[in-house]
């Protein structure tokens, strides 16, 4: 065999294994999704793309359609047309629970936590090291024993964020995670997000707080409005992203 052709090989072979390691490169992509409910469509032809190691942010004025789209990506909800890729595979038609095994974790909003079980048993569905949410939120150790339907939203907020963070995704979707909380917390979430971005995992948030130091971490935004998709870019300049919302009157 010719010296030029053996290294052509050892070229193919590197793409190969290029193309196959997906730890810099992952992305999840709804590819002209549309959601219809009770036969009136609430999101329209979206193109809404997640990748590995950023921190994409989804604005948009209230009932505009953000939640349902992290709801289609969880599988919470299913699409009346389009697809879902993650990592280039079709996950269009996969049920919730095998996509939180592939790696998506759903943070949702309005604090949903299981109200009977108590703060350490709705940690426990995230997973075993409880520890690690209690060194995060000190005040839910204290009341680690208590049903969290006595919590107060802060907390509640707290279980929510901890058990999500528990599961280790690899795509994290985060549904208005500042609501209800207390500046402290609010700036320990904004470190974990940043924090979990360097640990190359896929950060989504959906916020209508916090935004100014959001997008001071994050590579890209979206608007939304009425249910389509009506402005992206990647973030290059923080005026030049607050100055795009103020358009859209969202600051
Ligand atoms: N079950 C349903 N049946 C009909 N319409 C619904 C249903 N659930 C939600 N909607 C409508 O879908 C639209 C999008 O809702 P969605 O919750 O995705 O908006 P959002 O952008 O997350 O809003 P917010 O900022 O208030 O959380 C809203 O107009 C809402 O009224
Ligand atoms: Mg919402």
Redesign the pocket.
């Known amino acids: 065999m010719k010296i030029n052709e053996i290294k052509a090989g050892i070229n193919e072979i590197k793409v190969e294994n290029k193309s196959r390691n997906n730890k810099g490169d992952g992305m999840i992509e709804l590819i002209n999704g549309t959601i219809a409910?009770?036969g009136?469509k609430?999101?329209e032809s979206v193109d809404f793309k997640v990748k590995r190691g950023e921190i994409t942010l989804l604005f948009?004025?209230?009932?505009?359609?953000?939640?349902?789209?992290l709801?289609a990506i969880m599988g919470v909800l299913g699409l009346t047309s389009g697809e879902i890729l993650m990592d280039g595979e079709n996950i269009t038609h996969l049920p919730v629970h095998e996509r939180f095994l592939r790696g998506i974790t759903l943070a949702p909003?309005k604090m949903r936590v299981a109200p009977n079980l108590t703060v350490e048993e709705n940690l426990l569905i995230g997973g075993s090291d409880v520890s690690k949410v209690y060194s995060l939120f000190p005040n839910l150790k204290k009341l680690r024993k208590q049903r969290a339907s006595t919590l107060s939203g802060g907390e509640r907020q707290m279980v929510v964020f901890g058990r999500a963070l528990l599961t280790n995704p690899k795509y994290l979707l985060l549904?208005?995670p500042f609501q209800g909380l207390q500046k402290e917390a609010g700036d320990k979430i904004l470190e974990i997000i940043e924090k979990l971005k360097k640990e190359n995992v896929g950060v989504t948030v959906?916020s209508?707080e916090r935004t100014e130091e959001l997008i001071e971490i994050a590579d890209k935004f979206y608007i939304?409005t009425a249910?389509r998709i009506t402005y992206e870019a990647r973030i290059e300049s923080v005026e030049g992203a607050i100055e795009k919302l103020g358009e859209y009157m969202l600051v």
């Open positions: 409910k009770n009136k609430i999101v948009g004025s209230n009932g505009s359609g953000k939640s349902t789209v709801h909003e549904d208005e959906i209508h939304m249910g």
